[in-house]
């Protein structure tokens, strides 16, 4: 049975990159007849958005077979996306939710092998195959987490990406974002490696397509620095890891301080800051895989094995 999604799309007001997207994703959806409704999640601060969607997708176009609904979510100017996210998910009428960059053009039928893959119960989040988004994967080098390009071919990835990806509503608001991690891609690595402690999957499938034909504005140095730490401190789970860590957290502060790199510090002083939070934001219990075999994408052999 096709079951109803609601699409959540942040943007900060309109743009041809939107209209593009929109106008594909209405005439999939118009396709489609499952009742499915778009949610424009509008951090402008003005009504510019919901004054423009009305006038560039007028009701007899959005509602025509009662195919799906297009409304707008008005909410407080230059929102960061995670809390936008936490209230569009607040707002979602249906089950089912994908999490949409305003710049996303969709594929044909994207949406149904999406809906599939989450009948299994394992799959905490379906994506489509992406073009015109470079993903990336964890991995341990020398005490610290680095980031290197996800296999293209991969059918399972280790961080859900925030520009297209399918879950259920009910597990996005009782998991929710983090408010660590309210910018750039942390939001959703933290919310889709969270789940994945506990054994679940972030499932690429094939049958589903999308394209990114306008990408977000990457965060600073800074902001990336900061998110890192503090992923790394709220993550790490095995005490050998830890050692390599400040080990290596010790020896690069001070290579920063002898040569001037103000921003390593700052990231580290902004870090150290939110470390109460942080301590209240830790995974509870124990894990079902911990962080090395996360990093070492040893999670789906585990579960293979188990």
Request: hydrophobic share 45%.
């Amino acid at each position: 049975m096709t079951r109803p999604v609601t699409l959540l799309v942040r943007a900060a007001g309109p743009g041809p990159e939107l209209e593009g997207a929109l106008k594909a994703l209405l005439g999939e959806l118009e396709w489609r007849a499952a009742g499915d409704e778009v949610l424009l999640l509008d951090t402008s601060g003005t009504k510019v958005l919901a004054d423009w969607a009305a006038e560039r997708f007028p009701p007899p176009a959005t509602f025509e077979r009662a195919a799906c609904e297009l409304r707008t979510l008005a909410l407080p100017a230059g929102l960061a996306s995670g809390a936008a996210l936490r209230a569009g998910a607040a707002e979602a009428t249906h089950a089912l939710v994908f999490l949409m960059a305003p710049g996303l053009r969709v594929g044909p039928q994207f949406l149904e092998p999406l809906c599939a893959a989450l009948e299994d119960p394992r799959v905490f989040a379906a994506v489509p195959c992406l073009r015109g988004a470079a993903a990336d994967r964890p991995r341990w080098e020398s005490g610290e987490l680095a980031m290197v390009p996800e296999d293209p071919g991969s059918r399972e990835l280790d961080f859900l990406p925030l520009e297209a990806a399918l879950l259920r509503r009910d597990e996005l608001c009782a998991r929710g974002f983090d408010p660590l991690f309210e910018s750039g891609a942390w939001p959703a690595r933290d919310l889709g490696w969270r789940a994945r402690r506990e054994g679940r999957a972030i499932v690429r499938v094939a049958a589903s397509s999308a394209e990114l034909f306008a990408p977000e504005p990457s965060t600073s140095a800074l902001a990336e620095a900061h998110a890192r730490l503090c992923f790394t401190w709220k993550h790490l789970d095995e005490e050998e890891l830890w050692h390599e860590h400040l080990s290596a957290l010790l020896a690069r502060t001070l290579r920063a301080a002898e040569s001037g790199e103000r921003e390593a510090l700052l990231a580290l002083a902004l870090a150290l800051e939110d470390l109460p939070a942080l301590a209240r934001s830790r995974p509870a219990g124990a894990s079902k895989l911990r962080f090395r075999a996360l990093v070492e994408g040893r999670g789906e052999r585990h579960e293979r094995d188990a």
